[in-house]
């Protein structure tokens, strides 16, 4: 089992930007990792998710341009740098894994999140 601890949330007015960080424990070398979010009403939805090799990304529409996923082995951890921020992209943001082949870019895959961060943006 991999456990996730995300962080990096916040209040920012439309336009800025924020740097979520997810710090990965356990046996995660078998597993994909990605950032789902929920905003109030909504299902969870996926965002983004990356390979464990990293050689493989995946955004929803919504975000191409404006997100980007990565990740660093040396520190054991997962990011998600977040530019040109609107209040269409205010939600709880989870760090997730997923055990399954390929499955960085499905969400039905995802079988473990953190407990999230909220990201707020103003108008």
């Known amino acids: 089992q991999v456990q996730l601890a995300e962080s990096g949330g916040g209040l920012v007015q439309a336009g800025g930007s924020l740097r979520l960080s997810c710090v990965v424990s356990?046996?995660?070398?078998?597993?994909?990792l990605g950032w789902f979010r929920q905003a109030p009403g909504k299902e969870r939805e996926l965002v983004s998710g990356i390979s464990w090799g990293g050689g493989q990304q995946y955004y929803r529409d919504s975000v191409k341009g404006r997100f980007t996923i990565s990740r660093d082995d040396a520190k054991n951890a997962m990011f998600l740098r977040m530019n040109s921020l609107t209040p269409e992209d205010t939600a709880v943001y989870y760090c997730?894994?997923?055990?399954?082949?390929?499955?960085?870019?499905?969400?039905?895959?995802?079988?473990?999140w953190g407990r999230g961060t909220q990201v707020t943006v103003s108008s």
């Open positions: 356990g046996r995660a070398s078998d597993y994909n």
């Open positions: 997730a894994a997923s055990g399954a082949p390929g499955g960085y870019a499905t969400a039905h895959t995802y079988t473990e």
